[in-house]
């Protein structure tokens, strides 16, 4: 408490690396969770992709011949099996935005979703018709009736639906295919079997009938979208080390700047028979209040931040997780603790007489 200023700044460095690893990988994880949890909403059984898809759908491509969807009809177990062609809208009216449109046969994604929960307006019926989430319609600012430009011709809002299922947008299938040049190709296959129990078991029949397809059990897109999301691992992993950089550095310079102002006084303590190791335990108790303070500061800017940041971009979603709460927490206490191992020692090793006659 002699030098708050210099305390606080330590501790603010400490929150921050907290709070930035707690909040990135909030978002990682968030983003993924969202994609997965809006396709297991939709009330499809089964995700068919083509081989080498990627469950990040904004990724995906429209590659798969809408055919398949009678092949797929002959499995047995299958109910029914809707076609979605997924566009990455990068711009609404000027402003960036990435959001997935969901192109679709209406009446077989009804079939399978039980429709739309529309809440304004009405479903997909005419040409270039859209239907946008309440978030995204927040978002926008856009209503029922609002022309949209997009895809090189003129959409208008349908319709605006309950979130938390399938796309952020909505539009007919058809009218997608040929805004984009792709006549009768879809992205991926909803599908529904005729018993969510058997999902596992028509997975792997049609696992046998179309081999090197990508089939997934909606049961499992989020464990294998955070396992095989490309780069995420590697992301997690800069990020640790750089927030154990981090903490190492702010300790060891502040706790440094520390041994040097209080040379004198390590002094007296030595010359009144405090031990090397009692100097030792004194500097890092002092480093490891930091950390405490640090850390716990850092987990409330990071819940600050997961409720303040979708307000500002309403279609972030940020997950925080106790797993990474405790990894951010050990994180900063590692880095503060190594980072004045070096002051304590050299404190401890200090010539009493010497240090005495310091100025």
Not at 64 to 90: C, D, K, Y
Not at 147 to 157: K, Q, V, W
Not at 164 to 176: N, P, T
Not at 309 to 337: D, H, K, Y
Request: with cysteine.
């Amino acid at each position: 408490m002699h030098r708050k200023t210099r305390t606080a700044v330590s501790v603010l460095a400490v929150a921050m690396e907290v709070a930035m690893v707690m909040i990135l990988v909030g978002m990682a994880n968030g983003t993924l969770g969202d994609i997965a949890d809006r396709l297991q909403n939709v009330g499809a059984d089964v995700l068919f992709q083509p081989p080498d898809a990627s469950l990040i759908l904004g990724a995906t491509s429209a590659v798969m011949p809408v055919r398949f969807v009678a092949l797929i009809q002959n499995v047995e177990g299958v109910h029914a099996v809707t076609p979605v062609l997924n566009w990455h809208v990068s711009q609404i009216r000027g402003e960036s935005r990435a959001v997935n449109l969901w192109a679709v046969d209406y009446e077989s994604f009804n079939h399978i979703s039980g429709g739309l929960d529309i809440v304004q307006g009405r479903g997909l019926r005419d040409p270039n018709d859209l239907v946008m989430d309440t978030i995204l319609a927040n978002a926008t600012g856009l209503k029922v009736g609002d022309a949209l430009p997009m895809l090189n011709r003129e959409f208008r809002l349908a319709g605006i639906c309950r979130a938390g299922a399938g796309g952020r947008l909505y539009a007919r299938i058809q009218d997608v295919q040929e805004a984009i040049g792709t006549p009768e190709r879809a992205s991926f296959f909803l599908i529904k079997g005729k018993s969510s129990l058997e999902a596992d078991a028509l997975t792997l029949r049609l696992q046998q009938r179309f081999p090197g397809y990508k089939i997934t059990t909606m049961a499992q897109v989020s464990k294998t979208m955070q396992e095989n999301a490309v780069g995420l691992k590697q992301f997690k992993e800069a990020l640790t080390g750089m927030a154990v950089v981090i903490s190492f550095l702010v300790v060891l310079l502040a706790m440094y700047t520390t041994i040097i102002e209080r040379t004198r006084e390590i002094g007296i303590l030595r010359a009144i028979g405090a031990s090397q190791t009692r100097v030792v335990q004194l500097v890092i108790a002092e480093s490891f209040l930091i950390c405490v303070a640090g850390v716990t500061a850092g987990m409330v800017l990071a819940i600050a931040g997961s409720w303040y940041l979708p307000s500002l971009f309403p279609t972030l979603v940020v997950q925080l997780s106790r797993e990474w709460a405790l990894i951010a927490a050990a994180l900063g206490l590692a880095g503060g603790l190594l980072g004045s191992l070096y002051p304590a020692v050299k404190a401890a090793r200090m010539d009493p007489i010497h240090a005495l006659n310091f100025e």
